[in-house]
């Protein structure tokens, strides 16, 4: 009974000790997005998020959905402007422009920097006569470049949900 209990219990060390070595990216879980209809809170759209997002629309009509510290997204409508967003960056003097990660027509994800580096993104989804503009919450959290990369990858495929037009005859 006595090598029983200590078989068992070095095997239960030796696997807790090799759940806790290696390397802790590989022990993280990554979040798989779900799509989450927004339509109950105001706005006629399905958003992909890792998280059902709490939905707040503040008096200058934008949207923040905030599923996590790391994951907060605003949404307004607006022009969708991609040429002045660049120029807003660029002659931005506090949060000095650093680079490109990906630009797209539609879209941008930029490095800029203040004392560290933080990541952001702008979207444009367009539909039919309304465009939004898609972006990271802006001052609340300083965002990592995988942070910026999830939100920019889960805005590509927000959609708006059409409604349907009822025709008298």
């Not at 800029?112 to 802006?138: C, N, P, R």
């Amino acid at each position: 009974m006595k090598k029983i209990a200590l078989i068992l219990a070095v095997s239960c060390i030796a696997l807790l000790s090799a759940c806790g070595n290696g390397d802790k990216k590989e022990n993280e879980i990554k979040l798989v997005p779900s799509e989450y209809d927004l339509s109950k809170s105001g706005l006629s759209m399905v958003v992909s998020a890792p998280s059902e997002p709490i939905v707040e629309n503040t008096a200058a009509g934008i949207y923040n959905l905030k599923c996590s510290n790391e994951f907060q997204i605003d949404i307004v409508e607006g022009e969708g402007n991609v040429e002045q967003i660049k120029k807003d960056i660029a002659g931005n003097e506090v949060n000095k422009f650093q680079r490109y990660v990906e630009e797209e027509d539609n879209a941008l994800l930029y490095e800029s920097k203040i004392l560290d580096s933080e990541f952001h993104f702008y979207f444009i989804l367009k539909a039919g006569k309304t465009t939004y503009e898609i972006q990271d919450k802006k001052g609340d959290k300083i965002y990592t470049e995988e942070q910026a990369m999830a939100m920019f990858d889960a805005a590509k495929k927000f959609r708006v949900i059409e409604t349907a037009t009822v025709v008298k005859e």
